[in-house]
């Protein structure tokens, strides 16, 4: 910048000279008549510099504007003034510390000179807030300007919140400027001051009733006191003024809110009214206050709510899976089918036989023929579904068709290739029949390598080595298997104990056979081998 001058550059720089050369001999003419030395800047080996260094850094030329200092510091290097001048300079290149130490140096060599604290206090709020603050309270001490004020509480934000909110309450006495309200709430809040947020945030909404933020800003802090009636007025308000997506993030605090505080219930019911009433809204937080509802016993509120969520046309089959789920747990598997049923009859979702399948198998709520059907009929609906080719591979599985248990598997993985439950599903029934067992160790490994931790998966590992003759790593992956199942496995406790018969160890294989007959005494086949 400093090397391109150009002819508006020095338009301005010339205006500039003019004017200061005027104030300059001005002085100096007032100054001889009284018989006085005049100040350094004045003099008249050191005024051309400093009249062009000052028109330079007006005009935004500080590489020119420091050389003119420069030379001027090699004429009289204890005139405060240059000092400060090359302080800006370096400040307007961007060299930090060079422009502090210059700053440093004018305050050393004058303790009142003009501009210095000001400086110091904006070089210092980068890397050193303390001594910041400290040189924006000097500068308030020997001017009490708006500006000064506004400097000082804000670097004294971290150090002495207490005074920074003074300064703050002062300039807005004299000011409306709304980024002053809004600076001064902020700080009342970072420092716990909820009285002086709520009674300047109120005065705030009243002045600017078309800025829901300030609703939203007074009911969570009115939550956070516990005065649930006035938080739900302020972020109802808040909700009614506010586009969707920022009502949907509000709602989002307002849910973790009353869920970590226990807000009353009527608190609740009115959240669950507005829920109801908002259709546009992601049903995740519907399901949200569906549960909170259940856990406070008040079933009949959830049940009217979930109704209202099952109509929903973005209702899919994750959230219909999370709404059964907690409805069941809670006694009413029944009426989650009805509730699936119900929407079935009127939108014919493709998921809807494989989330009522999931219920029945998972909770018992219909009989073994009508879940058979729900499955053929998930099948008719989408013979593609992962979720729904598990749960037949696994029911084929359960009746003892592994024949076919294979082949849906298989399906699955093409459809899925990273559904490590399906992997190590078929992992497990191939190393069962014998067959394959490169196959079912390389689906054994992919499981593992998803869950590292999961007792099914290293049995299934280890069971796969066991078929392959690798009984001494069968071993391992076995015991740390049961090692990490919190119930006891007669499943794994057999797998070991064959492991060690195949490698010879008798005393460890009946010990394992043994806790194997006693977690399960219907293997009585296990009766023989530990005579």
Known sequence: MGRNFDC????LCGAIVRKLLVVIVTVA??????????PCRYRSDIAPFVVRATAYLAAGYPHRAKREVEHAIERDSACSILWLLLAKA????????????????????DSTAEDADELLAELYALNNPARAAQHALRALLRDSSLSNRLRAAYLLRASDTVRAIALLREVLAETTAEEIAADLIELCVEHRDTTEAIALLRWALFENPDRPELARMLGLLYAE?????????????AFYHMESVDVSTLLGEWLQMVAHSSAPTPILLQTSAFLRERQDLPAYYSLVVAKMLLER?????ALVLADALASRRDWGRNDALALCDALAQYGYADRAQQLLEKRDSTTGDWWIPSVQFYLARTYGTLPPDRRLQLLREAFLRDST???TLFYAAYYADSLGERGRAIVLYERLLFYDPSNAAAANNLAYILAERGERLAIALELATRALDADSTNPSYLDTYGWVLHKLGRYAEAGEYLERAIALRERPSATLFEHLGDNYSRMGVADKAHFWWQRALEADPSRSYLRARLR
């Open 225 to 237: 006191r516990n005065q649930w009636d006035s938080a739900w007025f302020f972020v109802r308000y």
């Open 385 to 387: 579904d992962p979720a």
């Open 90 to 109: 370096y400040r307007d290149v961007g060299e930090l510390q060079p422009s502090i130490a210059a700053a440093e140096r004018a305050l050393m060599l």
């Open 29 to 38: 003419s007032v100054c001889s008549a009284a018989g006085q030395q005049p």
């Open 297 to 301: 016993s008040l079933g009949d509120v």
């Open 8 to 11: 508006k550059g020095k338009l």
